[in-house]
């Protein structure tokens, strides 16, 4: 029998991993559908007579959005482990394979009323960009839904460190509503602030002179949200794996790592909070150090 | 469990969201485009996301009678989310936007003394998380979390004591008081984050930021609806709501 410590940071390394590739899906995902704030600049480019051909499904926040597919499939996986004994892997594709569905109708819809509604400023429908990019958006919201209803299912496991309280579906629902803070806060940046603008120089942020003239040309024809996704792919999608990874990784570290010091009583609690709040004053130095770097690498704007 | 503690327990952790939030820099779709200074995404978004970590932690530590631990392990769970999420967020804006990351409201930031005006982009509002930002988020994940972790508190053990909340044979915590404490928490953080989003008005940097000010006006209305929202708990303990 494996030590408990050891085979709990093994679990926690294995929720860790699912996390970081829900992660980096789950800003794709928010790319290839122009989910978060970036898409504001998607909403206002008709209107300053830049028509183009990106997705536009931002009809709800996008923790929200995660929250409410990630509670779908931890729902549906809920009730296949638990009514009718599936096994555990079967039950949480089938709970993200309805998750996409239901993903499929909102996207369609959502992107077709975000449209119509600018028919005013002559913004076009495409019918082929509602198909091609479907696909993409339901595939990257499955690798996010069964990642993150993985690796909820991993914490309600009877093992020491573990057994949370609350049930699969919630802990999804919570995960899910987490990833999409998360996804919207890091990778989107990398969509609104570069790719978005990609025609203006590089190195700076981007002025309200210039807000809503996006760059609706791709090395190829027009420029749509697939190319999006090649380029986000490089960078902001795994930096925002990477993020969910870390924050899963380390919150357990309170229950897990602090049962090095003793399990008795509160011992483990104490010294894993312990430990975070000591994570948490590592990432201000960190912080700080590469806000210093940028200070002295780029230098200050020239008047 | 008393009533009126766990009235005053929601009151309390509503008040310490909803303040907790005005720490937190959020700067909307501006800051996700490299426009202002702040994390790129909406206020009530950010502080729900962190706090959602925070009371998967919180509720971790649920077989602890200690209240201050559980407070603490909302608040670690937090702030853990707030740090690691700005931290890659100016990864991002550093490597990605190839943007210093510098605030367009002060001269010079508080903490480090840094000079910002000079490195903000010409035409944009500051950009990135600059120290003092990261540190105001941090005190806004902090109290946001150990708010929630007392809500959480307060209504699993006033509801664990009743028989239709037991805990199963042979287990020490009651999952379902756990589950309907847990919903409650997650319920009364978005009530409040959302009001302390209306009287942010959309961005924030800190409480460097001229808009703190308005802190006390926005603790005002959560401890309003942070107290109607503790009557309504308490309607769930005498099951008035099932």
């Not at chain 1, 509670?71 to 638990?82: M, Q, R």
């Not at chain 1, 049962?259 to 912080?287: E, K, Q, R, Y």
């Not at chain 2, 309907?180 to 009364?188: K, N, Q, T, Y």
């Amino acid at each position: 029998m494996a030590d408990p410590i050891i085979a709990g940071l093994g679990v926690v390394a294995l929720m860790g991993a699912a996390a970081t590739i829900a992660g980096a899906a789950e800003d794709l995902e928010s790319d290839v559908g122009s989910m978060s704030n970036p898409n504001s600049q998607v909403q206002l480019a008709p209107q300053m007579g830049n028509l183009h051909r990106i997705f536009n499904k931002a009809v709800s926040g996008e923790p929200v959005q995660m929250g409410a597919w990630a509670g779908i499939a931890g729902s549906v996986a809920f009730v296949l482990i638990n009514a009718l004994q599936l096994p555990v892997i079967m039950s949480i594709a089938g709970g993200a394979a309805i998750a996409a569905l239901v993903h499929v109708a909102f996207a369609t819809t959502s992107h077709m009323g975000r449209i119509v509604s600018q028919s005013q400023f002559n913004q076009p429908l495409f019918m082929d960009v509602v198909t091609q990019h479907l696909g993409p958006i339901a595939g990257h919201g499955f690798i996010v839904t069964f990642s993150i209803v993985g690796l909820s299912y991993l914490m309600t496991l009877p093992l020491q460190g573990f057994a949370h309280p609350f049930p699969l579906p919630f802990l999804a629902v919570l995960w899910g509503i987490t990833i999409g803070a998360i996804g919207s806060s890091t990778g989107d940046i990398h969509y609104g602030g570069e790719r978005e603008y990609q025609q203006y120089p590089f190195g700076g942020g981007i002025p309200v002179a210039i807000h809503g003239d996006i760059t609706r040309k791709a090395e190829l024809g027009a420029r749509n949200s697939m190319d999006v996704v090649y380029f986000c792919a490089k960078y902001g999608g795994p930096v925002t794996g990477f993020a969910f990874g870390a924050i899963v990784f380390f919150s357990f570290w309170s229950t897990v790592v602090g049962a090095l010091a003793g399990s008795s009583g509160d011992t483990p609690l104490i010294w894993g909070t312990g430990i975070l709040f000591v994570i948490i004053i590592l990432l201000i130095i960190i912080n700080n150090r590469i806000e210093v770097f940028a200070r002295e690498k780029y230098g200050p704007y020239k008047e | 469990m008393d009533p009126l503690f766990l009235i005053l327990a929601v009151t309390a952790g509503g008040i310490a969201i909803g303040g907790g939030v005005h720490f937190i820099p959020v700067g909307g779709a501006p800051a996700a485009i490299a426009t202002a200074t702040g994390v790129g995404t909406g206020t009530a978004m950010l502080a729900a996301g962190g706090g959602m970590t925070g009371l998967i932690t919180a509720a971790a530590a649920t077989s602890s009678p200690n209240l201050l631990l559980i407070m603490l392990a909302g608040a670690a769970g937090s702030a853990l989310m707030l740090g690691i999420t700005m931290l890659v967020g100016n990864w991002v804006y550093v490597w990605g936007v190839a943007c210093v990351p510098s605030s367009a409201k002060v001269d010079v930031d508080p903490i480090t003394k840094y000079e910002q005006s000079k490195y903000v982009t010409p035409g944009t509002e500051g950009h990135g998380i600059p120290t003092v930002c990261f540190v105001s988020g941090i005190i806004g994940g902090l109290l946001g979390g150990a708010g929630g972790g007392l809500i959480y508190y307060a209504l699993y053990n006033s509801l664990a004591t009743l028989p239709v909340y037991a805990a199963l044979p042979g287990a020490s915590i009651s999952i379902f008081a756990a589950t309907v404490a847990g919903i409650f928490a997650l319920g009364v953080f978005f009530v409040n984050a959302v009001i302390a989003s209306y009287n942010i008005g959309g961005t924030i940097e800190g409480f460097h930021d001229p808009k703190f000010k308005r802190l006390p006006r926005g603790i005002l209305a959560c401890l309003i609806a942070s107290l109607v929202t503790g009557i309504v708990g308490y309607l769930l303990v005498l099951g008035g709501a099932f």
